[in-house]
């Protein structure tokens, strides 16, 4: 059974950055893409970034590049979200997901169907 499990959100103030970690296990995690998704209430979830299966390649949203980072471990099962210069409408639920399909050189999914395995999810809340 594949989880993920997500950590490091909270509450900020806006300008402040965090790193949200996202643990996988029941899938050699190492062979999949990666993405970070948020969503707020009433909106659809969002791509925040995605990576590749071998860290080849990255996609950003618009109004998170330049500020929000992606990276992966794969020693280590885990994916990364470092988010700098946060703003008061970042504020949102942070996913993880998995991409369905193995090691794809495809450019990274903004779909997030193309994604079969979702982590909880963690609030991220900035303050003005």
């Known amino acids: 059974q594949v989880q993920l499990v997500e950590s490091g959100g909270g509450l900020v103030q806006a300008g402040g950055s965090l790193r949200l970690s996202c643990a996988a296990s029941?899938?050699?995690?190492?062979?999949?893409?990666m993405g970070w998704f948020r969503q707020t209430p009433g909106k659809e979830r969002e791509l925040v970034a995605g990576?590749?299966?071998?860290?080849?390649?990255?996609s950003y949203g618009d109004s998170v590049k330049g500020r929000f980072t992606i990276s992966r471990d794969n020693a280590k099962n885990t994916v990364y979200l470092q988010m700098n210069d946060l703003k008061p409408e970042d504020t949102a639920v942070y996913y993880c997901?998995?991409?369905?399909?193995?090691?794809?050189?495809?450019?990274?999914?903004?779909?997030?169907?193309?994604?079969?395995?979702w982590g909880q999810g963690t609030q991220v809340t900035v303050s003005s």
């Open positions: 990576i590749r299966w071998n860290g080849s390649g990255t």
């Open positions: 029941g899938r050699t995690f190492s062979n999949y893409a």
């Open positions: 997901a998995a991409d369905r399909i193995y090691q794809s050189y495809d450019p990274v999914s903004y779909d997030p169907v193309r994604y079969n395995y």
